[in-house]
């Protein structure tokens, strides 16, 4: 299977194991390059009998993936087209209408029927942590990660599965506390909360993560599908018709107001590196 030509990733597949680098310069946005190219990745992987299990990271130190492109509330338009790339990307798999291009995306990483592990060692705000908890293991690095969900300091809310996926992770109390709250907390405050597995040494985090893909890796394919199988049907379910109703709300928010705060963030400095940095310190700053 190849997938050398998908534009924003690097794949390479050893011992049953896909490495995806998100590699989307220059802060790794959830655009309308990367998201298509995810889509197009998760619909050729999920026949790729060489892939057990499929390990996540980034090029990038700083930000595994920032955030949601801010130009889609800006632009409309631009949504538009990353929804008609993403759709171009896989023909054969049509977009629900309930649903938005991001919640696409992160549904069908979950659907995979390999196991998929996110390595965090940047940031992951927005879009980039709601694809974070999207796959089925997370492991972070103390010291140099960090996750948010800062959309209602933009003016909207979280909308690529963030509000379904965190209240399941986190419960309900700490759902509202980060999305409310749009802190930006670290690794071990992630993994009390039950965002990621683990919090790990920084210089202990690939060779965890390496040696755990590839465990699991050699365990028989229909072992691991009985047990997902089986974990799936004991947890608390996403459900279409939750995302759909993230995803109504989500849309009435995308008003004239909204896009004069994007405007107003990215002329603080919103998606430049230096500025993604401080995000926090600027959205709060903006408001």
């Known amino acids: 299977m190849s997938y050398e030509e998908l534009a924003g990733i690097r794949v390479t597949v050893s011992d049953g194991v896909a490495t995806v680098t998100i590699d989307n310069p220059p802060l790794n946005l959830a655009d309308g390059t990367l998201l298509p190219s995810l889509r197009a990745f998760v619909a050729r992987v999920r026949h790729d009998n060489d892939v057990r299990v499929i ?13 949601g492109d801010m130009g889609f509330i800006t632009n409309p338009q631009a949504a538009i087209e990353a929804a008609g790339a993403a759709i171009a990307a896989v023909p054969d798999a049509p977009v629900p209408p ?32 709601e694809f974070l908890m999207a796959l089925d293991l997370r492991f972070a690095a103390i010291g140099r990660s960090g996750q948010a969900q800062p959309e209602t300091l933009m003016g909207i809310i979280p909308g690529g599965g963030g509000t379904q996926y ?59 599908a009985a047990v997902k ?48 940095r401080r995000l926090e310190e600027i959205l709060n700053a903006t408001n």
Do not use: C, W
């Open 229 to 276: 199988i089986a974990v799936n049907a004991a947890a608390a379910q996403v459900t279409k018709e939750g995302l759909g109703i993230e995803n109504e709300v989500l849309t009435g928010l995308f008003t004239p107001d909204a896009a004069v705060l994007a405007h107003r963030q990215l002329a603080a400095g919103a998606q430049t590196r230096e500025g993604e």
């Open 98 to 129: 309930a649903m938005n291009l991001m919640q696409v995306v992160h549904e069908e990483v979950r659907a995979l029927p390999q196991v998929t592990i996110g390595k965090l060692a940047g940031l992951a705000r927005g879009g980039g942590n």
């Open 55 to 67: 390990v996540f990271d980034s090029a990038d130190p700083d930000f595994f993936i920032a955030h």
């Open 166 to 224: 965190l209240t399941k992770l986190a419960g309900r109390a700490r759902a509202l506390e980060l999305i409310l709250g749009g802190e930006l907390i670290d690794a071990e405050l992630a993994a009390a909360y039950g965002l990621v597995n683990r919090a790990l040494p920084a210089d202990e985090l690939d060779a965890f993560v390496n040696t755990l893909a590839r465990r699991i890796a050699r365990l028989r394919p229909e072992i691991v």
